[in-house]
């Protein structure tokens, strides 16, 4: 008779195993969503300020667009007063920069800083 002794060994993940396993994959998914909001807001402000850049050449119309769309798209972290309007040449360069700061557990923070530009990237204005 032959001896199964091989292949009667068990696989998978044991009750301890698959807890730990659950325990990390929760507190990722809470890290996530706390920092998904952070990086939405980021996005809505980057593309507000690639809008705006085309809607005016003085820096107040450009302000007063920032502070519409900010309104529209619910942006809490900057204001228009915290953009940063230039001139290069015969184009408009909006930079920004600012930090947010997301709560983690009781005393614990993350501290993400955000930051951008006008400067490198193409006009859209000929796009639909």
Do not use: C, W
């Amino acid at each position: 008779m032959q001896s199964f002794r091989g292949d009667r060994r068990q696989h998978g993940l044991s009750l301890i195993g698959l807890v730990f396993v659950g325990v990390i994959v929760a507190m990722l998914m809470l890290f996530a969503f706390k920092i998904v909001p952070a990086i939405n807001e980021y996005l809505a402000i980057d593309r507000a300020v690639q809008k705006i850049r085309n809607e005016g050449s003085t820096v107040p119309a450009i302000r007063n667009a920032f502070d519409r769309y900010a309104q529209v798209d619910d942006i809490h972290s900057i204001t228009s007063r915290d953009l940063d309007i230039t001139k290069d040449g015969d184009r408009v360069v909006i930079s920004y920069a600012y930090s947010y700061s997301v709560q983690i557990i009781d005393n614990v923070r993350l501290v993400i800083d955000f930051s951008g530009t006008t400067r490198d990237r193409p006009s859209r204005a000929g796009a639909p």
